[in-house]
């Protein structure tokens, strides 16, 4: 078992809870954490997250997504969000650099796409330049409401995988 998990187990139930709403900020999803540990191993960990995923709905997609900054928003990551700042920078290391048009476009298209379905563009930034991400926030603006918040969930399980394996990191 890696130190992590063996530190992740040891937790009080509020610290524990702190830490994995780090990682996925709907309350539901990580109050099963907590209540799912001790785990086994990493795959147990990884496996219980998807599961208890599954479970969650449109309320929770919701909440999770509003403990992200939008993608590109460099002021809204330092203020908002110190807790997952870091991680969050990390994971949209493809901003940086980015030319001022793709930028402009990012925060057109957030604002866009915020209008359209009530929720930020959510996307699992990881190894994703910024225009790839432009080029995918403006596919998205065509989905149904309900089809794009399928996605936005799915993209937040991707998310809440990366940073759940942050969180097991030395």
């Known amino acids: ?5 063996t530190r992740l187990n040891a ?3 509020s610290e524990a809870r702190a830490e994995l709403m780090r990682c996925c900020g ?3 999803w990580a109050d099963g ?4 540990r001790p785990f086994r191993d990493e795959e147990h960990l990884f496996s219980e997250s998807a599961w208890l995923w599954k479970q969650t709905g449109p309320d929770d997609w919701r909440e999770a997504m509003t403990h992200h900054p939008r993608i590109g928003d460099v002021s ?14 990390q994971e949209q290391g493809g901003v940086r650099g980015a030319d001022e048009a793709v930028l402009q476009g990012l925060a057109e298209g957030n604002a866009a796409y915020e209008q359209r379905f009530g929720f930020i563009f959510l996307v699992c930034a990881t190894g994703k330049s910024a225009a790839e991400m432009l080029e995918l926030l403006r596919e998205r603006l065509d989905n149904a409401p309900d089809e794009e918040l399928r996605i936005a969930a799915g993209e ?3 998310i809440t995988r990366i940073r759940l394996e942050k969180l097991l990191a030395p």
């Open 11 to 13: 937790m009080l139930p």
């Open 26 to 28: 709907a309350s539901r």
């Open 76 to 89: 809204q990551l330092r203020a908002k969000f110190a807790s997952t700042a870091s991680w969050s920078s």
């Open 33 to 36: 954490m907590v209540r799912s």
């Open 1 to 5: 078992m890696s130190s992590g998990l």
């Open 156 to 158: 937040q399980a991707k």
